[in-house]
């Protein structure tokens, strides 16, 4: 049988390591896209085995008001914010990095250095937004919940966001 | 079109994501959970030894030399007792301390580049 998140986390409350196993599965991958947006790539796995860590200590907090995937995505945001803080300069050094050796072959790859960078550009919090919303398909009401913002902030950063990385793929619409 | 661009956008924002199913990955979680773990219970046993050698020290506080020998003796036997009881642990934290072989080097970076 397979259980739905918040039994997952209920079953986590009580020990449940197959549970554990099976909440890691199912969500890392989203997990990991969104950090891997907002901070370097060895940085995002980092902060996402940090993000299932603090979900296991404590998965007695989770209240079943927002959907779990947005518990967890809230976790993961808040380490990305400390992160973010931490290592500021080392980012822009790694920015320079990507900059230079971003892969130059293939019709697409152009394209995704283009959004790369655009994304990049973008403040934290936009950046955020656009990762949740666009890339991970979550409701602009989830994404709210999850980075703790208005619903109207959140509409805000993603058109905003939309038309910038538009922008970079030469599309004007 | 604006749903054709966003689904393009949503590809290129998603085109390093990592497999969807990554047991390496679980298994990094895993190790991690189990090191925290070590490390509250070699504190709290730490403490817990501190604590027992301050009471023992108080309540025959006439005696203080050979309380102190006793005291020694507990926290010895409590730490070398937590290290034995997670011996898997300490080895690998040991392994880390130590500075890596190259062979061992090696490894790790191709297994970075695999990443």
């Known amino acids: 049988m397979d259980l739905d998140d918040a039994a997952l986390l209920v079953a986590i409350r009580e020990g449940s390591e197959h549970a554990f196993n099976r909440l890691i599965d199912r969500h890392q991958q989203g997990v990991r896209v969104f950090l891997r947006g907002l901070a370097s790539r060895a940085d995002a796995d980092d902060i996402a085995q940090e993000t299932f860590l603090v979900a296991w200590s404590q998965a007695g907090r989770y209240r079943g008001g927002a959907s779990v995937r947005s518990w967890l995505f809230a976790i993961a945001w808040r380490k990305a914010k400390d992160n973010h803080r931490r290592v500021f300069r080392r980012r822009q050094r790694e920015a320079g990095y990507l900059e230079a050796a971003a892969p130059a072959d293939g019709p697409s790859a152009e394209e995704h250095l283009a959004v790369t960078q655009a994304l990049q550009s973008l403040p934290l919090d936009q950046r955020a937004a656009i990762l949740l919303c666009l890339a991970e398909g979550l409701t602009h009401t989830e994404a709210a919940e999850a980075l703790e913002m208005p619903l109207g902030t959140i509409k805000s950063h993603v058109s905003r966001g939309r038309d910038r990385l538009r922008a970079a793929l030469g599309d004007s619409s | ?115």
């Open chain 2, 1 to 115: 079109m604006s749903t054709d661009i966003d689904a393009r956008i949503a590809t290129l924002l998603r085109h390093d994501a990592p497999a969807r199913q990554d047991p390496m990955f679980r298994l990094r979680v895993l190790k991690r959970r189990e090191q925290q773990r070590f490390q509250r219970k070699l504190l709290l046993l730490g403490l817990a030894a501190l604590a027992v050698v301050a009471a023992v020290g108080i309540g025959y506080g006439a005696r203080v030399a050979l309380m102190e020998q006793l005291g020694v003796v507990l926290l010895c036997a409590t730490l070398i007792g937590s290290c034995v009881w997670h011996a898997p642990v300490v080895a690998h934290f040991v392994g880390r301390a130590r500075p890596p072989k190259k062979s061992d080097a090696a490894a790790s970076a191709q297994h970075r580049d695999d990443d």
